[in-house]
């Protein structure tokens, strides 16, 4: 599965204090599920709880989720679209530490569509299938930099360094 590697460096590209410390972001997969059927196609479908763990996060629980829901309209807009089960699809836990830090736990439903031909020589070309995009998404999740800085209702910066005067 890839997603999770795409996952987590996202997540440290976006979020300054994962950037200085990665080793707080720990990413894993439970309940995974492989989806195949018999017949001509020998493509599969892998899906997981994708779990994710940040420790000692500083920041508000809100600065964490922002790239992750950006991230999720990308790699599992189904996750969003779905509204009969959407309010279900996403659960979290925050535990809250002494020193002003959080930890943030959460799980979210995850699938990777494999593609599988067979090659003349016998081998297989394997492949995984791209998320279809979602028209008229782009201004929302490109480019990355969006994430630089993050501001308050009041206009106070909140994550990132402030713009160079000028």
Known sequence: MAKHDILRTYLVDQLPELARNPDKLLIYMTGGRLVARYGANLGFEQRAKLAIDVLGFTGSPAQFFLP??????????????????????????????????????????????VDVLPQPDGNYLMSLREEPPVIGEELLIDPPALLKRIYDQHGALIVGTPLPDG
């Open 68 to 113: 992750l829901v950006l991230w999720l309209r990308r790699y599992e807009p189904a996750v969003l679209q779905n509204h009969d089960k959407g309010d279900e699809q996403i659960a979290y836990e925050i535990d809250i530490l002494d020193n002003g830090a959080v930890d943030i736990s959460v799980q979210l439903p995850m699938s990777e569509a």
